[in-house]
């Protein structure tokens, strides 16, 4: 079975890049503009992991929304990605601070890419899944290993949040 993932992107182009991305690996994603879009979702439905764009403009920012999924008792252990694609100038220098802020409430990852690479953003991301939920990275790794390789490194690391 593969995850339910949330996507919430203000920007139609990075929102595609990433879905398909998701989608390529098998996973069904959910996706919404806003974090009230988002929020609608979460009540209505089960996910496995939320990715949320830390620069959206509209409804609010993504503390918010982050403090909103992981204040909720039946939401809190969904793993809640945080990222950045493109960023503007000015977040090039906050990332940092957005980074510790993100993960001081409760964000599994922070990501950031200039340039959108679908194979480093799965690398990311899949280990942050139930092993029987994240898609065929698994099976892929598994089937290159010889034995104690850093397949098992990897899922023995996912129980905990990074």
């Not at 503009?33 to 609608?40: G, I, L, N, Q, V």
């Amino acid at each position: 079975m593969d995850a339910r993932i949330l996507v919430t992107m203000e920007h139609p182009k990075e929102m595609k890049e990433i879905c398909d991305s998701l989608e390529h690996f098998g996973h069904k994603i959910l996706k919404a503009d806003t974090f009230h879009e988002s929020m609608e979702v979460l009540r209505c439905s089960d996910v496995d992991m939320i990715i949320s764009d830390v620069h959206l403009q509209n409804g609010g920012s993504v503390f918010d929304f982050l403090r909103w999924v992981k204040g909720d008792p039946h939401l809190q252990e969904i793993p809640f990605v945080c990222f950045s694609a493109e960023p503007p100038e000015v977040g090039k220098y906050l990332k940092d601070g957005v980074r510790t802020a993100a993960r001081a409430l409760g964000a599994a990852k922070y990501i950031t890419m200039e340039k959108f690479e679908p194979t480093e953003f799965r690398h990311e991301i899949e280990w942050l899944l139930p092993i029987a939920k994240a898609g065929t990275y698994y099976a892929d790794e598994d089937s290159k290993s010889n034995g104690d390789s850093d397949s098992g490194k990897k899922k023995a690391s996912r129980s905990k949040p990074v």
